[in-house]
Each structure stands twice: as structure tokens, then as C-alpha cells.
């Protein structure tokens, strides 16, 4: 039988800490209980535990196949499974996003252990996009059911790593309709033109923050913290002076689903060429388009054989 676990809601969206159980030595029960636990709070905190690497990437792995980070190196531990951020070498995420989005299969769930935190301020937000989708009205959830989007790894600079998400996608396990776009990552509405896509990208990355959709987590060390990132987006606050190491085990094999098929064919101008074909261009090579910019006009013509 699996531990009974006493579960506090720490939020009215979403988030819940979870007492009674060790992530060192959780068994079947308990990982069925976690996985239900996940669909009904989005976010679940587990307080002093303080486990090992390797009992770390061990309970990981009971959730599906994990995977270090794509772009960035670890600044101290070598694991092939484990991802590291350490804030005194640029480790602050401290903008909206959902964890690994610019890949055609992202996260599903994140598993971080707080190895060790300041003592004030570095606290992580949470927000539902459940709710953040259910609460937009009618005409825009009707109008954003129909779009996808075009997210990269600029932020770890690689702006060539590209993937296209529907901007509203179902949840596999629930069915549910969340937002799927976020600021760090996402960088074009595919449907709209540039103008467009930065007036409705700029409006739902705000709205997704607003605070009634979001639960703030005061870590402790030892404190681990699993989310679900099909339905969630996180936020780390800069606003401390000592250092915060975190380790990361990233759980993947995610398959965003839209509504539908996109209502529309991409926007993008491939002939009569202008200044702003250049916002164009990214989407361009993501399509494998050969698009007229207003640079090739300008090159030198190939001289006659």
C-alpha cells in the first residue's frame, strides 16, 4: 500500500505541498498517487527531502524517459540526466515560460530539488493556464483555437532551433483546453503577420501572469517541486544577492495537441519584397521557404560563364 500523504493547497489556481511521502523510495502506489495529485494541482512541493543525484534521476525516471538540457552546461555537476542552474553564472529564469518549448516534443514534467536557496527573495511563481485559457472570452478563445505558433532558443542563443505549437493545445491525460504560448520562447503567431502576431503574443503573455491564475513558492533547501508543463508556466524573482543552485531531472516525450488543424495558412511574404520582410524570415526557414527578401535584390549578379 502507498503512504498516506497529507496535501495542502497552497492557492486557489492552482499548487498543493505534499507531506508523507520520500522521493527516494516511492513505490508504485505512491507514484500513481503523485500522478494524480499532478492533474489535480498543476504543481505539487514536497518539503525536506534533500535527495541524492541518483535517487533524484531515480524517481524521475518513474514518469518517463529524461533528458539533460538541450543548450546549456551544467556549471558544477556532471549527469547525463540532471540539469543545472547556478544563479551567481546566470542561472535565473526570470522570464514567463513553459520548460523546453522550442522542441517539437517538450517537457512533460520538471522534478527540481532546491539545493540551496538565499535567505530571502529567489522565490519561483506558478500559473494555470487552464484557467488562463477558460477565462479569456468567448471570440478569443474561438479566435486562438484556430492558430499555432513559432517558438525558438534565442534565449540560449540558438534562434536556428525552431518548433511550431498550436497556441491551444488539449491535455492528453484531462482533455482540457491551456494556452501554449509564452514569452521566453515564443516568438510569432504563425497565421498573422508580424504586427499582428506582437499585439496578440504581447497581450497573452501578459495575461497569463495576472495573479489570480498563480501560486509563490518561499523555498527551503531540500524542498523538491514537480509540475506539470502542458498546463503550467513558471517565473523565478531576481531580486536576491546569494547564491541558488538548483538540479533539475526533465522528464520528455510531450506531444502538443491542438483543438484542430490551424484555420489558416501561414502569413509570410515570399514575394514583393520590403524593409519588414525580415520579420518574415525566421518563419520562412522554418517552413523551408525560398523567400524574395530585400537584400537579394541588392546582391551582385553571378558574372556569365
Given at each position: 500500500?502507498?503512504?498516506?500523504?497529507?496535501?495542502?493547497?497552497?492557492?486557489?489556481?492552482?499548487?498543493?505541498?505534499?507531506?508523507?511521502?520520500?522521493?527516494?523510495?516511492?513505490?508504485?502506489?505512491?507514484?500513481?498517487?503523485?500522478?494524480?495529485?499532478?492533474?489535480?494541482?498543476?504543481?505539487?512541493?514536497?518539503?525536506?527531502?534533500?535527495?541524492?543525484?541518483?535517487?533524484?534521476?531515480?524517481?524521475?525516471?518513474?514518469?518517463?524517459?529524461?533528458?539533460?538540457h538541450p543548450n546549456l552546461k551544467n556549471p558544477i555537476t556532471d549527469h547525463p540526466e540532471i540539469f543545472e542552474?547556478?544563479?551567481?553564472?546566470?542561472?535565473?529564469?526570470?522570464?514567463?515560460?513553459?520548460?523546453?518549448?522550442?522542441?517539437?516534443?517538450?517537457?512533460?514534467?520538471?522534478?527540481?530539488?532546491m539545493v540551496r536557496c538565499p535567505t530571502v527573495g529567489g522565490d519561483t511563481m506558478w500559473a494555470n493556464m487552464?484557467?488562463?485559457?477558460?477565462?479569456?472570452?468567448?471570440?478569443?478563445?474561438?479566435?486562438?483555437?484556430?492558430?499555432?505558433?513559432?517558438?525558438?532558443?534565442?534565449?540560449?542563443?540558438?534562434?536556428?532551433?525552431?518548433?511550431?505549437?498550436?497556441?491551444?493545445?488539449?491535455?492528453?491525460?484531462?482533455?482540457?483546453?491551456?494556452?501554449?504560448?509564452?514569452?521566453?520562447?515564443?516568438?510569432?503567431?504563425?497565421?498573422?503577420?508580424?504586427?499582428?502576431?506582437?499585439?496578440?503574443?504581447?497581450?497573452?503573455?501578459?495575461?497569463?501572469?495576472?495573479?489570480?491564475?498563480?501560486?509563490?513558492?518561499?523555498?527551503?533547501?531540500?524542498?523538491?517541486?514537480?509540475?506539470?508543463?502542458?498546463?503550467?508556466?513558471?517565473?523565478?524573482?531576481?531580486?536576491?544577492?546569494?547564491?541558488?543552485?538548483?538540479?533539475?531531472?526533465?522528464?520528455?516525450?510531450?506531444?502538443?495537441?491542438?483543438?484542430?488543424?490551424?484555420?489558416?495558412?501561414?502569413?509570410?511574404?515570399?514575394?514583393?519584397?520590403?524593409?519588414?520582410?525580415?520579420?518574415?524570415?525566421?518563419?520562412?526557414?522554418?517552413?523551408?521557404?525560398?523567400?524574395?527578401?530585400?537584400?537579394?535584390?541588392?546582391?551582385?549578379?553571378?558574372?556569365?560563364?
Amino acid at each position: 500500500m502507498g503512504t498516506e500523504l497529507q496535501v495542502t493547497r497552497l492557492a486557489g489556481s492552482l499548487g498543493a505541498e505534499v507531506r508523507g511521502l520520500s522521493v527516494a523510495n516511492a513505490g508504485p502506489d505512491d507514484i500513481a498517487r503523485v500522478r494524480e495529485l499532478l492533474r489535480e494541482h498543476l504543481v505539487l512541493f514536497f518539503p525536506d527531502q534533500r535527495p541524492s543525484i541518483d535517487e533524484h534521476v531515480a524517481f524521475g525516471r518513474h514518469f518517463g524517459p529524461l533528458e539533460a538540457h538541450p543548450n546549456l552546461k551544467n556549471p558544477i555537476t556532471d549527469h547525463p540526466e540532471i540539469f543545472e542552474l547556478v544563479a551567481s553564472r546566470g542561472g535565473i529564469a526570470d522570464e514567463w515560460h513553459s520548460d523546453i518549448t522550442f522542441q517539437p516534443n517538450p517537457s512533460v514534467y520538471a522534478i527540481l530539488h532546491m539545493v540551496r536557496c538565499p535567505t530571502v527573495g529567489g522565490d519561483t511563481m506558478w500559473a494555470n493556464m487552464y484557467q488562463a485559457y477558460e477565462a479569456l472570452s468567448a471570440p478569443m478563445r474561438e479566435l486562438c483555437d484556430g492558430l499555432s505558433a513559432l517558438h525558438d532558443a534565442a534565449p540560449h542563443g540558438r534562434p536556428d532551433i525552431t518548433a511550431i505549437h498550436p497556441v491551444v493545445r488539449m491535455h492528453p491525460e484531462t482533455g482540457r483546453r491551456s494556452l501554449f504560448v509564452n514569452e521566453h520562447f515564443t516568438r510569432r503567431i504563425v497565421e498573422m503577420s508580424h504586427e499582428e502576431s506582437a499585439n496578440l503574443l504581447g497581450y497573452l503573455t501578459r495575461w497569463v501572469s495576472s495573479p489570480r491564475f498563480t501560486v509563490r513558492r518561499r523555498w527551503q533547501q531540500g524542498t523538491i517541486a514537480m509540475w506539470d508543463n502542458r498546463c503550467t508556466q513558471h517565473y523565478v524573482l531576481n531580486d536576491f544577492d546569494q547564491e541558488r543552485i538548483i538540479q533539475r531531472v526533465t522528464v520528455m516525450g510531450d506531444e502538443p495537441r491542438g483543438i484542430a488543424a490551424p484555420r489558416w495558412q501561414p502569413f509570410t511574404r515570399i514575394e514583393n519584397a520590403a524593409a519588414t520582410s525580415r520579420y518574415d524570415r525566421q518563419l520562412n526557414a522554418h517552413l523551408g521557404r525560398e523567400a524574395t527578401t530585400l537584400e537579394s535584390n541588392s546582391r551582385t549578379p553571378k558574372a556569365a560563364a
